[in-house]
């Protein structure tokens, strides 16, 4: 089982994720959401915003390293 040192170390990357995530544009929120928890494939997604799967995949890669940015951001104190 894990130590209170990786149980603190796991509940603040979750705050992190959760106040970047919130950060996000409710269109990119959505985009995630469909692909992690609701598990859409990209054309399923597509299909849902009236655009291609190759564009829902840019945008997907677009919407991860802007969340990893404010995640950077965040974990460095730049933002409050």
């Known amino acids: 089982s894990p130590g209170p040192d990786q149980l603190m170390e796991r509940e603040d990357i979750q705050r992190l994720l959760r106040t970047a995530f919130r950060k996000l544009a409710a269109r ?6 469909l692909y992690y928890f609701e598990e859409l494939r990209l054309a399923e997604i597509a299909v849902l915003f009236d655009l291609t799967e190759a564009r829902i995949c840019q945008l997907h890669a677009i919407i991860l390293l802007k969340l990893k940015t404010l995640i950077n951001e965040y974990s460095n104190g730049r933002r409050k």
Request: hydrophobic content about 35%.
């Open 28 to 33: 990119e929120q959505k985009i995630l959401y």
